[in-house]
């Protein structure tokens, strides 16, 4: 498993914006020769042959985050109505994938190289917050995931082996669970006080050392349904994507730039990146769109 250490280090957020700028290329030679990539076609045309790598032998969890982007939101064409995020927190769990529309649906992925052993609780700390949720999965671990969630409401998805996404059951609404303390919890300090402001036209007057535990006891008087709602338009409101510009991005690339907001100019240098060509510079490697 260490071998493929590499391709978790490239497909991060971090890396593509330091390779970028030319910071830091040498994962990305290192890549190259690990695995005997031909060096004369563009970078966009070595990304696809590494991500093909990815997907083939090392389906870890950024291919699975990606997958599940081009499959649930770009090629329905939702990218105008539905929002994502990543790594959110929930309780003691972090929702891997949480998809933003009409509702909300936050999903737990556990890939091939994944144990099981936390997937009961993470279940259940997600429906403290949204009243969908999935699991997605690969082959390998599909029984042991139906047996414990058949004939409940938590949707179960997963890869097979050529990377088709199967649909075992789809998630259906759990209410029960869902708890003030954990949905107030999401929320980022000038997100509840809009959310107040809006049903109280007001803000608590108490100390600093008051303050939160004050605005949370004005939550709790919010309608349990149009906290939820409330809390969906939060959330969709962190998430900003230039629609047009996303749409150009190669598939294999698309979470990552989908995480990073970028503006203008910044699909402006990873076009430029991917149109050039590989050039091995020695002791790092550098592209000549940034010589100079």
Same mark, same amino acid.
């Given at each position: 498993?260490?071998?493929?250490?590499?391709?978790?280090?490239?497909?991060?957020?971090?890396?593509?914006?330091?390779?970028?700028?030319?910071?830091?290329?040498?994962?990305?030679?290192?890549?190259?020769?690990?695995?005997?990539?031909?060096?004369?076609?563009?970078?966009?045309?070595?990304?696809?042959?590494?991500?093909?790598?990815?997907?083939?032998?090392?389906?870890?969890?950024?291919?699975?985050?990606? &997958?599940?982007? !081009?499959?649930? /939101?770009?090629?329905?064409? *939702?990218?105008?109505?539905? #929002? @994502?995020?990543? %790594?959110?927190?929930?309780?003691?769990?972090?929702?891997?994938?949480?998809?933003?529309?009409?509702?909300?649906?936050?999903?737990?992925?556990?890939?091939?190289?994944?144990?099981?052993?936390?997937?009961?609780?993470?279940?259940?700390?997600?429906?403290?917050?949204?009243?969908?949720?999935?699991?997605?999965?690969?082959?390998?671990?599909?029984?042991?995931?139906?047996?414990?969630? &058949?004939?409940? !409401?938590?949707? /179960?998805?997963?890869?097979? *082996?050529?990377?088709?996404? #199967? @649909?075992?059951? %789809?998630?259906?609404?759990?209410?029960?669970?869902?708890?003030?303390?954990?949905?107030?919890?999401?929320?980022?300090?000038?997100?509840?006080?809009?959310?107040?402001?809006?049903?109280?036209?007001?803000?608590?007057?108490?100390?600093?050392?008051?303050?939160?535990?004050?605005?949370?006891?004005?939550?709790?008087?919010?309608?349990?349904?149009?906290?939820?709602?409330?809390?969906?338009?939060?959330?969709?409101?962190?998430?900003?994507?230039?629609?047009?510009?996303?749409?150009?991005?190669?598939?294999?690339?698309?979470?990552?730039?989908?995480?990073?907001?970028?503006?203008?100019?910044?699909?402006?240098?990873?076009?430029?990146?991917?149109?050039?060509?590989?050039?091995?510079?020695?002791?790092?490697?550098?592209?000549?769109?940034?010589?100079?």
């Amino acid at each position: 498993m260490n071998n493929f250490n590499v391709l978790n280090r490239f497909f991060s957020k971090t890396m593509l914006e330091e390779i970028l700028i030319g910071r830091n290329t040498s994962c990305y030679g290192e890549i190259i020769k690990r695995y005997e990539i031909n060096q004369n076609g563009t970078n966009g045309d070595i990304i696809s042959s590494i991500y093909s790598i990815l997907s083939s032998e090392y389906r870890n969890e950024y291919f699975y985050k990606n &997958t599940l982007l !081009n499959n649930l /939101i770009v090629k329905k064409h *939702k990218l105008y109505t539905t #929002k @994502v995020l990543t %790594e959110l927190p929930i309780n003691k769990s972090i929702a891997d994938f949480v998809t933003l529309n009409g509702k909300a649906v936050a999903y737990e992925i556990k890939t091939e190289l994944d144990n099981l052993e936390r997937i009961e609780s993470q279940v259940k700390d997600y429906y403290k917050c949204f009243p969908y949720v999935c699991i997605v999965t690969c082959e390998s671990h599909l029984e042991k995931v139906k047996e414990l969630f &058949t004939n409940t !409401n938590v949707g /179960i998805y997963w890869f097979s *082996k050529r990377n088709s996404l #199967k @649909v075992e059951q %789809e998630p259906q609404a759990e209410m029960r669970y869902l708890d003030y303390s954990a949905l107030f919890k999401l929320l980022r300090k000038y997100e509840f006080e809009s959310i107040l402001m809006k049903h109280f036209n007001k803000l608590p007057k108490v100390s600093q050392f008051d303050y939160y535990s004050e605005c949370y006891q004005w939550f709790l008087k919010i309608d349990l349904n149009d906290v939820l709602k409330e809390i969906l338009a939060a959330l969709k409101q962190r998430c900003c994507i230039q629609v047009e510009q996303f749409e150009r991005v190669p598939l294999e690339l698309k979470m990552l730039v989908y995480q990073s907001n970028y503006l203008d100019e910044n699909y402006n240098k990873l076009e430029s990146f991917l149109n050039a060509t590989y050039v091995d510079g020695g002791a790092n490697y550098v592209f000549p769109i940034f010589e100079g």
